[in-house]
């Protein structure tokens, strides 16, 4: 999706709300943020999708929830949009990298707000082999061949990484 210099300064800016509403909600201390679904890939939704790398979770499963409804107020609270949270520890994350699960949904879009390469390598490894899988995802909005998305995102990505290169080269 192309997105002008004005409307980059745009998410660029909520995104920076976004990680201070984070920053506020208790329970949740990330290591590393991740904005995907449909307002990614299609520019609009009636929410955000957001997955959180944590260090690990503790307690019970309760506990995980209340983290999950307080980040999503305190979205709400700090943007006026609610946010769809899911809250997962490196095993959980890399448990739910796989064809099948909410997460194949990753090769529509996603959008890396905070954290690094940690956060991102096992996303792009798991893209590398969906798009080596024939898999076609149906949903309300249409039918999706999640293996060319992949090799799509892959390909943003990497574009991405070159240009903040390039940038960084460039300033320095």
């Keep these: 999706m192309y997105r002008s210099l004005r409307s980059i300064l745009g998410l660029r800016a909520s995104y920076d709300r976004l990680q201070e509403a984070l920053r506020g909600a208790p329970g949740a201390k990330p ?8 307002m990614v890939y299609m520019g609009r ?9 944590v260090e690990r ?3 019970p499963p309760v506990k995980r929830l209340e983290d999950e409804n307080s980040v999503s ?6 943007l006026g949009i609610w946010a769809d ?15 099948g699960t909410f997460l194949s949904g990753l090769a529509l879009g996603y959008e890396l707000i905070s954290g690094g390469a940690d956060v991102e390598e096992p996303i792009l490894a ?3 082999r969906l798009a080596g899988e024939r898999y076609v995802l ?10 060319m998305h992949a090799r799509l995102t892959i390909r943003r990505s990497l574009t991405r990484k070159a240009t903040e290169k390039s940038i960084r080269i460039k300033a320095s």
């Design 31 to 38: 290591l590393g943020v991740i904005l995907f679904g449909s």
């Design 45 to 53: 939704g009636r929410d955000l999708d957001l997955l959180v790398r």
């Design 57 to 59: 979770m503790e307690g």
């Design 73 to 78: 107020r305190e979205i709400f609270k700090g």
């Design 85 to 99: 949270v899911h809250i997962f520890d490196l095993e959980e994350f890399k448990e739910n990298l796989a064809s």
């Design 126 to 128: 798991f893209l590398e």
């Design 138 to 147: 149906y949903n309300r909005y249409g039918t999706w061949d999640l293996s």
